[in-house]
């Protein structure tokens, strides 16, 4: 198991970095597209926004803004893990916590605190997850358009 959690742990520092942040501002959008060589489409919703950046190799990244420019969720699907540091800023130490202290077993991994939620799973070539803040996300907006 700890080979397992160690494993993970190394690929997702070895992944490159470069999107917004979690619980920050989205201002840096513009450099995430550049950086995955992704195109960049925004959707505008009732209540909030969603970035999404698509990659050539297979990568989707969105990003879900506030009125207020916040990222209060992000989601992915990639044929690898991208970088949950990067990802998830100030609140990857909650992961890391949580995959210490949980018992794991098969299958996704799944964190719920009054702050924090993350979901991560997947396979070889198949990865996919999200993770929100719910003190971040807009009036009346749910928990499940993080997706």
């Given amino acids: 198991m700890?080979?397992?959690?160690?494993?993970v742990f190394a690929l997702l520092l070895a992944s490159v970095p470069g999107w917004?942040?979690?619980g920050e501002y989205a201002n840096s959008v513009t450099t995430d597209q550049q950086h995955m060589r992704a195109q960049l489409t925004e959707t505008v919703r009732q209540g909030y926004s969603v970035k999404e950046l698509r990659s050539a190799?297979?990568?989707t990244i969105r990003e879900y803004v506030s009125p207020a420019g916040?990222?209060?969720?992000?989601?992915?699907?990639s044929p690898f893990m991208p970088d949950l540091q990067?990802?998830?800023?100030?609140?990857?130490?909650?992961?890391?916590?949580?995959?210490?202290t949980q018992r794991r077993r098969r299958g996704p991994l799944v964190i719920r605190t009054k702050d924090f939620v993350l979901f991560s799973g997947g396979h070889m070539r198949s990865f996919e997850g999200a993770a929100y803040v719910p003190n971040l996300l807009p009036a009346n907006v749910s928990a499940e358009v993080v997706r």
Wanted: charge should be positive; glycine fraction near 12%; proline fraction near 0%.
């Fill in 57 to 59: 190799d297979g990568k």
């Fill in 2 to 7: 700890k080979i397992l959690l160690s494993l």
């Fill in 86 to 100: 990067q990802l998830l800023g100030s609140y990857y130490g909650r992961l890391q916590q949580a995959a210490q």
């Fill in 70 to 77: 916040l990222v209060f969720g992000v989601s992915w699907h």
């Fill in 20 to 22: 917004a942040v979690l």
